[in-house]
């Protein structure tokens, strides 16, 4: 049982390194082309307030967000 559940988080972990990975590297490669561009001002900016917020607020804003206005969860 334990193993199990190793091995899902393992993969929910994993996917989701893949996943920062790809972002961070398209929006990285798009904001050293378009240098002073929106895409640059806004690639700053998201990475910003990402680092800055705690991982506890951005938990609480994305149950509000996925239970309280998407209904995707009971």
């Known amino acids: ?11 929910i972990g994993l996917t989701a390194l ?3 990975v790809v972002v ?4 990285g ?3 050293a082309v378009k240098r002073d ?4 001002y806004a690639g ?5 307030v990402g680092i800055s917020v705690p991982a506890f607020v951005t938990a609480a ?9 998407l ?3 009971p």
């Open 29 to 31: 490669t798009l904001s």
């Open 44 to 48: 700053m900016s998201l990475t910003l």
């Open 18 to 20: 893949a996943i920062a």
């Open 61 to 69: 804003v994305l149950v509000i967000v996925f239970v309280g206005w």
């Open 1 to 11: 049982r334990s193993a199990s559940a190793i091995g899902i988080s393992a993969t």
């Open 24 to 27: 961070g590297m398209l929006v």
């Open 37 to 40: 561009g929106i895409i640059d």
């Open 71 to 73: 209904d995707w969860f």
